[in-house]
């Protein structure tokens, strides 16, 4: 948190600038108030980098456009009816939008626009005190209607009116909490939380999309845990992702299992540390995150108290990936997503038999060819899904998984193991086998990358003896 004076110095340069300069002198030239809100003067408190620039007026959105066309390079107006206009200028992309007042009716899953009449009301009706700052243009003047300074200083998210008005209005603000719970490194305050936990049935008016949009970027933050935990706790995770707050399972009295869930936390934030470090993935990574909280759901309903105590979760990982891809559909994920988030919760365990034994160069290329595209997200929540406490086995398994990767490197700097196929394609089949286009090609074609697989790479005059050999043994 920075100093009020150097905040203000800050805010004072960003409105110098060529951008902001330029909105400020077209919209005080045409009489129209104009205020940077929001994101950037909380940041400027905050010393974190501003990446938006978001605008408030009391032009309706046809005088905005009119105010905006003749500077701006481009702009639309693909959120006019929410009062806002999208626009570039000087290089840069801003959003404008017209003083709001709206408010949900109760029931819809979409707020009724109406737009308000003055910075003051428009600020109070945003989501937190930390959120409802702006700086009048070009006068540069702080709006600070409902003490967002003094919570900055103090790291405290709460509502600019009573959160039960605030999150009536809006609940997906109870969502938003969470996000900035992670995302600002703050506390919740304690009437904010209890209206939370009150009002959470309230979430379900709003969209599965507004919600998986919110949800991905609690996830998307640098420290999610903190935000995870707040949904669970207050209830709103058994509406929107009860998968999750599922994980609470019940020790057994002797502790022969560990908290699934905690695990699952650990299992996340150690996912965006490889993430990051080993520098293969653009971060952050939605679906590693995803994967990497969501790796373990299948636990509850795969739990059997075994003879003498323990306890197993037998095949949860194929339970886990069908309820994962259950629940990301429900949130109106896209079907890439879906498909590589569980294609990882499905194999995630597959690692733990490398430290049985030595796999076979066949057992790898298995590994890779199942894997695919998300190997190398596997390879980060596989990692990651160590969180043993005992030193010895996780530097085992840490050399285990290390000697792995060095397996398949070679491999695949050999037989270029990313594009395993056979060594016939289909037209050299049908040629040899004299057979047209069908279900039998395609048997053959399997057959042949099982050989692949089992043998590494064979030629072709080797695999044309084998398939004829297969071809004999058919009967045909």
């Known amino acids: 948190m920075q100093s009020v004076a150097a905040a203000l110095d800050r805010l004072g340069e960003l409105a110098a600038s060529p951008t902001v300069a330029r909105l400020a002198a077209a919209f005080d030239s045409s009489g129209h108030e104009l205020a940077l809100v929001g994101g950037p003067v909380r940041d400027a408190f905050l010393g974190r980098a501003t990446n938006d620039l978001d605008f408030t007026t009391d032009a309706s959105p046809d005088e905005i456009l009119a105010i905006v066309k003749p500077i701006a390079e481009a702009h639309w107006d693909i959120g006019r009816a929410f009062g806002t206009i999208g626009a570039k200028v000087e290089g840069e992309t801003v959003e404008i939008t017209t003083y709001r007042a ?16 003055s910075l003051e009301d428009d600020l109070t009706r945003r989501d937190f005190t930390v959120n409802s700052l702006a700086l009048r243009l070009p006068k540069l003047e702080l709006v600070d209607p409902s003490g967002g300074v003094e919570d ?35 506390e919740v305050d304690g009437a904010t939380r209890t209206a939370m936990g009150d009002l959470t049935p309230a979430i379900e008016r709003i969209s599965a999309e507004r919600v998986r949009d919110e949800l991905s970027k609690l996830l998307l933050t640098d420290a999610p845990r903190r935000g995870i935990r707040l949904l669970v706790e207050s209830g709103l995770a058994d509406r929107v992702l009860p998968e999750l707050p599922a994980l609470r399972l019940e020790r057994d009295e002797h502790h022969r299992h ?5 695990h699952s936390l650990t299992v996340l934030e150690q996912a965006i540390d490889y993430e990051k470090s080993r520098g293969e993935l653009d971060s ?7 994967a990497a909280l969501l ?20 095949h949860h990982d194929v339970v886990g990936a069908k309820l994962a891809r259950k629940r990301l559909r429900a949130l109106r994920f896209d079907n890439d997503t879906i498909a590589a988030v569980s294609r990882i919760i499905e194999l995630h365990l597959r690692f733990f038999g490398y430290t049985d034994g030595a796999w076979s160069d066949s057992a790898v290329r298995r590994y890779v060819r199942d894997a695919g595209a998300q190997l190398e997200r596997l390879h980060i929540v596989s990692r990651a899904d160590v969180t043993t406490r005992n030193r010895r086995k996780a530097d085992q398994l840490g050399f285990a998984y ?10 695949a700097e050999e037989e270029e193991l990313a594009a395993v196929r056979p060594d016939l394609d289909g037209q050299q089949i049908m040629a040899i086998l004299g057979v047209q ?13 099982e050989v692949r697989l089992d043998e590494g790479p064979i030629g072709a005059d080797a695999a ?11 009967g045909a």
């Open 464 to 474: 044309t003896t084998r398939l004829r050999e297969w071809w004999a043994q058919r």
């Open 284 to 290: 952050p990574d939605l679906v590693v995150r995803l």
């Open 152 to 186: 900055l200083v103090a790291g405290v998210l709460r509502t600019p009116a009573a959160p039960e008005q605030s999150f009536g209005d809006d609940p997906l603000r109870m969502l938003r909490a969470a996000r900035f719970a992670s995302q600002l490194g703050f």
């Open 295 to 314: 790796h373990d759901i299948g636990k509850p309903a795969t739990r059997r108290y075994e003879p003498g105590g323990t306890v197993s979760f037998h």
């Open 102 to 117: 709206d408010a949900y009716d109760g029931d819809s899953r979409k707020p009724e626009v109406v737009f308000g009449s």
């Open 258 to 262: 560990k908290d699934v869930y905690e």
């Open 437 to 449: 286009p069908g279900p039998l090609v395609g048997e053959a074609y399997k057959y042949l990358l």
């Open 402 to 411: 290390d000697d792995l990767e060095e397996r398949i490197a070679v491999l």
